[in-house]
């Protein structure tokens, strides 16, 4: 599982810690569901004409200009050598899928899709940036977002159970670059632990989960991720061990 500390290396600054936005700019009011839902138009119409928040400009702009650092195609190499079944990222920013990603969940949704609050009908826009409010859904006529999560929006029932499920099926989980704090998307991890799976985590800091992992590595995703490939590439190797010995 990756959060916004993943994709650090490719300049997208995180929310929390050092040098996050909330620690720069404040933390916004987490309520940008209900105010959307509330106005949908008028939210829009703020979007158009960059009158967002400073800190949502900033994101905005960095997530336009990045590119995958060797973290995220470290992910892909893992994949490709059986050493990785799934990723559930809680990063809106299409990296994992710019880097070859095939089993990816995006578990707060991505940038660069449209959804239907009614039917979940998604839709890509690829690099388009919408200049006016979508028209309602073609197919139930409901209100058309981003398909990125807002605070206080409920994670889509069927991304849950997509995530969940993975979960249920991992005997390691790798928690790298998340705070753990967002919920419910962290509470996976706590699930993932006390069904059994070990727990990894790669954070340069002490986040809330440390104190449960079996192997703590403080280094940055991009170093310790394009280690742990390079391990995969050079030898048939047994996870632990050599995380372990890494550290
Ligand atoms: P967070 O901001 O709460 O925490 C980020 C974590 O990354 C911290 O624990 C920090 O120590 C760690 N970190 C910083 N630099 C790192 C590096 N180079 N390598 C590894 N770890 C590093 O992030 P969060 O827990 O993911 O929660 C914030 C939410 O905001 C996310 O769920 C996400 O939806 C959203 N978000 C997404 C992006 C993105 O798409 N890139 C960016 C900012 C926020
Ligand atoms: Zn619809």
Redesign the pocket.
Known sequence: M?????????G??????KD??WTRYGQPPMDGFKRFRADPVGWWQKQVNRQMDAHMVE?RDA?IA?EPHP?HHALTALEEAGALNHVIT????G?DLKAGLQNLIEI?GN?SRLRCLGCGERESLGDFVPVEPPEPCAECGDTVKFD??MFGEPIPEDTMQAARAQIDLATCVVA???????RP??GLLWIAKSQGAKLIE????E?KLTSICDVVVR????EALDQLAEIFATSAVQVSGDIAANE
């Open positions: 990756t959060g916004a500390g993943m994709s650090v290396e490719s997208i600054p995180t929310f929390r810690g996050g936005l994101l997530l990045a973290g809680q990063n809106i920013d990296l707060h940038r990125t999560v790298i670059g998340t705070s753990a704090s967002v998307a962290s790669i954070n340069p800091f986040t280094a940055t995703a991009g």
